[in-house]
Structures are given as C-alpha cells and as structure tokens.
C-alpha cells in the first residue's frame, strides 16, 4: 500500500485507530533517528503491551494531564 493510499483511507478510522497509527508511526520514526539499543527494546515493548492489553486514547491522556496539572 502506498503513502498516498494509507492517506487516503485515514479519515475513515476512528479516533482510536487514529492514535493507534499515530503512536506507531512515531515508534517508527525512532528507530530512524539515533535511539540507542535499549531505548529501541522500551519501545518494542511498550508496543507489545499497548496491542495486547490495550491503552489509553491520546484524548484520555490529555484528560489526565488536565486533572494532574489544575489541582
């Protein structure tokens, strides 16, 4: 599939697919830019935990930083 495709069928995603992509599309950009070994192994598992058990949608973060940041 090509960049141009993968655009093109973004808007049909939820919002959580969205991040989904988000989060790993920056996971990817890491291992392009200088990231040292463990670092890199951090991410990996970070991915693996996030695809099976699931995460937090950038929206619940930003509500989290909210209530930790206004108390």
Known sequence: ???IE???ELP???PEEIDQIFFRAAVLRQHV???SPELLAAIDEADASFE????ATIKEIETMV???TTK
């Open 1 to 3: 599939m090509s960049a």
């Open 6 to 8: 993968i655009l093109e």
């Open 12 to 14: 049909k995603l939820s």
């Open 33 to 35: 830019i200088n990231a």
């Open 52 to 55: 099976k058990e699931g995460g």
């Open 66 to 68: 909210k209530s930790w």
